[in-house]
């Protein structure tokens, strides 16, 4: 059994090996397979696309990021015991309804 030598280059037969990706690159430049653009080309792709290849971001975009921010900013409440409360009245049946709130808090959300 021979020894295998880890600091040995590996052959062009792996593809991901970094000697064929350097001979692929090589040849192709040499032969002519890759056409490279000349500079008042790239002169002319630069200026097209520098103004076409523009993004613009609509308010309501903006605005929903900032409420984000916002709301990730602001600190966790916990309602945990509120409902521990509630659920224990609902199921002993002594939670009252005030319906005076309630008629006012579906208004102030209609409005």
Do not use: C, W
């Amino acid at each position: 059994m021979s020894k295998i030598d880890p600091n040995a280059s590996r052959s062009s037969f792996f593809p991901r090996s970094r000697n064929a990706k350097s001979e692929v690159k090589s040849k192709a430049l040499n032969s002519g397979y890759v056409q490279r653009n000349d500079p008042t080309r790239i002169k002319e792709l630069n200026q097209s696309t520098g103004t076409h290849a523009k993004v613009e971001i609509p308010s309501a975009v903006k605005d929903f990021a900032k409420i984000k921010r916002a709301v990730d900013q602001a600190p966790e409440i916990d309602n945990s015991e509120k409902i521990a409360n509630l659920k224990a009245q609902i199921k002993a049946g002594s939670y009252k309804v005030d319906y005076d709130a309630l008629a006012d808090k579906i208004l102030s959300s209609e409005y």
